[in-house]
């Protein structure tokens, strides 16, 4: 097969769709490394990463590399072009990772990644340009698609709600899983952390934005701190996002901004460091395709609550405490009985560590080359009657 894959949002800066697209290309090339994979930097016309580098980053018998624009200006002229496979070199199939679907494919298969519309549920967790573009390009895979990839069934179930006009027999799930290849990692602990006891910090992981809903934890975690005798502080870690520009104001409107430590971007061995040696890993999201922190941090042995909307309890399971996002007093409740229950806290250890078990990249990658054959083996949407 020759296999086109954007691989437009894996650069430095990537976050959960950009590790869902690194980690399936790099199995997919350890697991099948006797096709041609060419991969695309760039891919589209609405996101661009001008930092992706010049050079290819992943190793295979048969891979090239491009094309690479360096301004998102040359990148729109590229993917508008009507003879765009050819350009390509006329890949069987395109996998698209990155919202955006091409509509001008007379041959090769479109493969197309849909993570979630959470922007299309509440237009306030993001700006109206990407809630714009995101739906765009959801759209457009809802009429240009061969096959969709769901990152879960929750997301399988919301893209077929959105779009009933979409084949259910061409959407199929395949998990992401964990970034981090060696649940054994030790990790390294960051410098910020400095003056916090090993296990004796809350942690919250996931990009600043409403949807994460940090506002309603910093309410819990406030609760908490009123009624808690000897009180952990909260670790939240995590790049800034859009709408959230005041959350520093608001963590001093509560008072309780001496007891958070936001950290910011850290790296991966930081990152595993806090996930193990946390007291318990906390993600009140109200809305998510996936949510890879709530894996991740189960993998790592943390103790887990976990909002109960949308896909969470399908990686949770029974492993983690489920919790109505909106319910504040739920949240600070859970904290006062976990900090005071360590029995609890070690019997959800073990349980999370079994589940993360579950979700595994090689079965992932299998299952998506399953599908690539699948879709090479059937028609183009385009052409069924």
């Not at 590790?19 to 609405?46: K, M, N, T, V, W």
């Not at 406030?222 to 808690?228: K, T």
């Not at 904290?335 to 073990?350: I, K, P, S, T």
């Not at 090479?376 to 385009?382: D, W």
């Amino acid at each position: 097969m020759h296999i086109g894959f954007d691989i437009s949002q894996t650069g430095s800066g990537k976050a959960g769709c950009g590790y869902f697209a690194h980690a399936l290309i790099q199995s997919l090339l350890e697991l099948a490394p006797e096709h041609c994979y060419r991969l695309y930097p760039s891919f589209g016309d609405f996101y661009f990463d001008g930092a992706m580098p010049k050079q290819c980053p992943y190793t295979g018998r048969d891979i090239q590399y491009g094309t690479y624009h360096t301004t998102l200006d040359a990148a729109r002229g590229f993917w508008s072009t009507t003879g765009l496979e050819a350009l390509l070199g006329a890949p069987d199939l395109i996998h698209s990772n990155n919202f955006w679907a091409p509509l001008q494919l007379h041959q090769s298969r479109l493969i197309y990644t849909f993570y979630d519309m959470g922007f299309a549920v509440e237009p306030n967790w993001t700006t109206e340009f990407n809630r714009v573009g995101c739906f765009e390009g959801v759209f457009r895979s809802s009429v240009a698609a061969d096959w969709i990839v769901a990152i879960s069934e929750a997301s399988r179930a919301h893209y077929l709600s959105v779009f009933p006009h979409f084949p259910e027999s061409r959407i199929r799930v395949i998990y992401p899983c964990s970034r981090f290849p060696d649940a054994e990692a030790v990790g390294e602990r960051p410098d910020a952390l400095e003056g916090i006891p090993e296990g004796r910090f809350w942690l919250s992981v996931g990009t600043i934005e409403p949807r994460k809903n940090q506002r309603r934890l910093a309410q819990a975690y406030s609760r908490y701190l009123s009624y808690a005798s000897n009180p952990m502080p909260l670790v939240m870690v995590g790049g800034k996002g859009w709408l959230m520009e005041d959350f520093q104001i608001y963590l001093n409107e509560l008072s309780i901004a001496n007891h958070v430590l936001m950290t910011g971007y850290l790296s991966d061995a930081e990152l595993i460091w806090l996930y193990r040696n946390c007291y318990a890993n906390i993600y009140p999201s109200l809305f998510e395709g996936f949510g890879l922190p709530i894996l991740e941090g189960m993998q790592f042995g943390a103790a887990t609550l976990s909002s109960n909307k949308t896909s969470l309890p399908e990686v949770a399971g029974s492993a983690a405490i489920l919790l109505s996002p909106e319910d504040i007093e739920a949240w600070s409740q859970a904290m006062l009985d976990l900090a005071g229950n360590e029995q609890e806290r070690c019997r959800l250890g073990a349980a999370a560590r079994h589940k993360a078990a579950e979700f595994n990249w090689k079965s992932s990658a299998a299952a998506l080359l399953n599908l690539y054959q699948e879709a090479l083996a059937t028609p183009k949407r385009g052409l069924l009657k």
